[in-house]
């Protein structure tokens, strides 16, 4: 079976949660077996929660980072994932919170589409171009066929469009940092050669979709890294959530250290504002990550 109609099959079919519910309140009427009820109950519920309320919800939180060299505030987000799951509606909504925050500066940390299926990505993203505050972008591994499809230049004109700066390979300025930009590790765009052959005197962050990509940074020349990638496990269900996060060195979500070849790089994970694979979050809904960097 094509995997796009099973994802639709998982997103529509979830709806028949609802009249089994209703059985089942009916059923508890019945003294025999209600017991056995009230757990089918639970379990529905949970997984009524899980499926339609905690994906809709959109969790502001705030996270003082010293030691970063610099001041600003950043608006960190990332796996928007629009496609078979969320749509404009959800993106509007996401941009409509995000506008009423303070800050210097919105960063993207790629995965922007999940199973986009032919759509017009420059209407699909059109509430982009609604965001107050400059933003900076890089794309994510399901934008470039990892598992794919391949919709890179399609999605960059899209981006581009609506006043979307895709920095990869690139630096920016932002109220005294250094933000620059690393592709996609799965599509072996990541490589941080371009840092070293563009000195600066300014703190260096560094903006990338997969933590990994810490991985080959000097400390030295970044002084925080900014990514998405892990959802943070999404479906946070104690122990076993992280046999699925997609990291080799076991990143997981907020602030974390890698210790790498070249010292240890400081990384802060968003678990971003969509979802793969199931169309459910629990104990971890999605999230606008509102970075306080001080010195």
């Known amino acids: 079976m094509d995997k796009l109609l099973i994802k639709q099959c998982l997103f529509y079919g979830s709806w028949l ?17 209600r017991w056995l009820v009230a757990l089918l109950l639970s ?9 339609f309320v905690e994906p809709q919800r959109i969790h502001v939180q ?7 060299g610099g001041q600003a505030r950043l608006v960190l987000i990332s796996d928007i994932h629009l496609g078979v799951y969320k749509d404009s509606r959800y993106l509007q909504r996401l941009v409509d919170r995000i506008n009423t925050l ?29 965001l107050h505050l400059p933003t900076y972008a890089v794309l994510g ?23 979307i700066s895709v920095i990869e390979g690139e630096t920016v300025t932002v109220r005294g940092f250094r933000l620059a930009g690393l592709g996609d590790r799965w599509a072996n765009k990541d490589d941080p050669g371009f840092l070293s052959a563009l000195p600066s005197t300014s703190p260096t962050l560094v903006l990338t979709h997969n933590p990994d990509s810490a991985i080959d940074l000097d400390p030295a020349r970044a002084a925080l890294v900014l990514a998405g990638h892990t959802h943070g496990g999404q479906i946070r269900i104690p122990w076993l959530y992280k046999r699925v996060i997609p990291s080799h060195y076991g990143f997981d979500r907020g602030e974390q250290f890698l210790r790498t070849p070249h010292g240890r790089v400081r990384v802060y994970t968003t678990v971003g504002t969509g979802e793969i694979g199931l169309p459910m979050r629990l104990f971890n809904p999605p999230t606008i990550d509102v970075l306080d960097l001080r010195p």
């Open 17 to 33: 949660v609802w009249p089994f519910l209703a059985w089942l309140v009916w059923r508890l009427r019945e003294r025999r077996g």
């Open 43 to 51: 379990g529905c519920l949970l997984f009524a929660w899980s499926r």
């Open 141 to 163: 591994n399901h934008d470039q066929q990892a598992p794919g499809p391949d919709i890179d230049a399609e999605l960059r004109s899209a981006l581009a469009t609506h006043n």
């Open 62 to 68: 705030e996270t003082v980072l010293a030691g970063t």
């Open 102 to 130: 303070q800050a210097d500066a919105v960063v993207i940390a790629g995965d922007f589409t999940y199973e986009p299926a032919g759509k017009s990505l420059q209407q699909m993203f059109a509430p982009l171009a609604e």
